[in-house]
């Protein structure tokens, strides 16, 4: 039990299907992150919230829809996506204390196929 | 740009051996510097930290010293066991998120 909860945990979807990703922290952080991992990759970092407010995103195409409506909560809309997509994609949350340690908690992440 | 380095897997190890997996870094100052380790069908756990030059980060058995003047950061094990197979990430902590090497494949057979 990492504190960090991610549903579904696997997902298979046409190209042309709207779903959304839902991960959930019990830890009382301020920061939650969108993570891609993909085969033979490094994790690829998407989105950043700092209380509740995005803060980073890194070159995501538009078909990636991030929202967090608040310090508990965030969701990754998906909609028109291409075959690259397909990856796991790993929710992140940590406490954000500006020069100081922050590791942060993961959950165990959506495997995300696109048909 | 922050980066990390890691050398390439798959290692391939018996129980008991010595484990060391190599992790170099690039950055700006003296960031936080973190072993992660993932587990087949879960996400990443943390398995240490350091947050200093000189510190030594351990846990479970595996230590690794945060040094500046190599900039490494690299992850050693005494003694490996077959649960230790899981795949290790080596991360440092950035302006806001942290940037995480590719990752090594630990496979240690019995």
């Known amino acids: 039990e990492t504190g960090v909860t991610q549903t579904p945990r696997h997902l298979v979807m046409g190209m042309t299907n709207k779903k959304s990703l839902k991960c959930e922290q019990h830890l009382g952080h301020n920061a939650m992150y969108w993570y891609k991992q993909s085969a033979k990759k490094p994790l690829e970092l998407m989105f950043v919230?700092?209380?509740?407010?995005?803060?980073e995103n890194n070159s995501v195409p538009s078909r990636f829809s991030p929202e967090c409506p608040n310090s508990s909560h965030l969701f990754l809309h998906l909609h028109t996506l291409q075959p690259e997509d397909s990856a796991l994609y790993l929710c992140?949350?940590?406490?954000?204390?500006?020069?100081?340690?922050?590791?942060?908690?993961f959950g165990d992440g959506t495997r995300l196929s696109i048909l | 740009g922050d980066s990390v380095t890691q050398m390439e897997g798959p290692v391939t190890l018996s129980e008991e051996a010595f484990l060391t997996i190599n992790c170099t870094y690039t950055a700006t100052g003296y960031p936080s510097l973190f072993w992660y380790v993932q587990y087949p069908g879960e996400g990443l756990q943390l398995l240490l930290k350091?947050?200093?030059?000189?510190d030594k980060g351990s846990n479970k058995g595996f230590e690794a010293t945060y040094r500046k003047e190599t900039t490494s950061f690299h992850l050693e094990k005494g003694s490996v066991q077959v649960s230790d197979s899981a795949v290790y990430f080596c991360a440092l902590a950035g302006r806001r998120a942290l940037t995480f090497g590719s990752g090594t494949r630990l496979q240690v057979q019995p």
């Open positions: 350091a947050t200093k030059a000189d």
């Open positions: 919230y700092s209380l509740e407010e995005r803060v």
């Open positions: 992140a949350s940590s406490q954000e204390r500006g020069q100081g340690p922050w590791p942060q908690h």
